[in-house]
């Protein structure tokens, strides 16, 4: 079992003239597992885990975790 857990961001970057909703993904062999928004906050705070059953899953040193802070947008794109 592999378990991640996201905590928090700190001093996030406003971008256009917003505030960051921010959410984070967690990859992990082609899994994509998302955390809540925190709305309105450059230092949010997730406190979120995630799991990956690993059974029968070979580990090599190319076994990466890729963890991405984003800015959710209503409207257009997510950045």
């Not at 996201?6 to 505030?19: F, K, P, S, W």
């Not at 406190?47 to 090599?60: R, S, V």
Request: with cysteine; glycine share 6%; aromatic share 8%.
């Amino acid at each position: 079992m592999l378990r991640v857990f996201v905590l928090r961001a700190e001093n996030l970057q406003i971008i256009e003239n917003d505030i960051s909703d921010a959410y984070c993904t967690v990859t992990f062999q082609g899994v994509k597992k998302k955390t809540k928004v925190i709305k309105n906050n450059l230092n949010p705070v997730w406190n979120e885990g995630f799991e990956w059953d690993l059974k029968g899953t070979p580990l090599d040193a190319s076994s990466e975790i890729q963890i991405v802070v984003k800015d959710h947008e209503t409207m257009g794109r997510n950045r």
